[in-house]
Each structure stands twice: as C-alpha cells, then as structure tokens.
Nanobody, 118 residues
Framework: QVQLVESGGGLVQAGGSLRLSCAVS????????MGWFRQAPGKQRELVAT???????NVADSVKGRFTISRDNAENTVYLQINGLKPEDTAVYHC????????????WGQGTQVTVSS
C-alpha cells in the first residue's frame, strides 16, 4: 500500500509563502504521476497542480504564477511552493498519486491545513 504524508502547512499572513511537501512511501516513486488538490470548507475539491512521472507540470489557471509543483525522485517527495498567499488559499491541501496518465488518482494523503490571515 502506497502511503502519502503531507507536511508544511500552517498559519501565515497574506502575501507570505509556504512550501508543502508530500513524502511517498513507495520505493519506486519515479513512475507515479502526482497531484496537489485543495478543499476549502463548503467547497468542492480543486486540482491545483500536477506533475507527470517525466516531470511535466500543469498548474490551475486560478493559481498560475503563484503555485509551483516539483518533485525529487531521489527523496520520493513532491513539493508545492506557494507564493503570494491569499485568504482564499485557505484550505486543506492533499497530495495524490497514480500510475496511469488519464485515470483517477489511486492514493491520497491525509492533508495539511493552510490558513491565510488577512
């Protein structure tokens, strides 16, 4: 069973930055495509960034220019760098992993809370 553990969330002021990390237990991390999602209270879960096994990235238009996804295959970790935080970024951020290109994500972390104060 693949396990994902997020860290790096917290309470920050608007305009600040955070780097979220997602550690993956699977030794063969490289083949997995990874994604970062967020869910704010009362809202639907939103996909904010993805990175393929080859390192190709996509970032949602709503956060483009502020969010950056990256991965370190040697450390079995995927990161989400968030700059220029806004109160509307407040949410629980989850990472997810899958082996297929177009299929659903198979494995999910428990999430890390990001709270942005104005």
């Amino acid at each position: 069973q693949v396990q994902l553990v997020e860290s790096g969330g917290g309470l920050v002021q608007a305009g600040g930055s955070l780097r979220l990390s997602c550690a993956v237990s699977e030794r063969t991390f490289r083949p997995y495509a990874m994604g970062w999602f967020r869910q704010a209270p009362g809202k639907q879960r939103e996909l904010v960034a993805t990175i393929s096994s080859a390192g190709s990235t996509n970032v949602a238009d709503s956060v483009k220019g502020r969010f950056t996804i990256s991965r370190d295959n040697a450390e079995n970790t995927v990161y989400l760098q968030i700059n220029g935080l806004k109160p509307e970024d407040t949410a629980v951020y989850h990472c997810a992993a899958k082996l297929t290109t177009y299929g659903p994500y198979d494995y999910w972390g428990q999430g890390t809370q990001v709270t942005v104060s104005s």
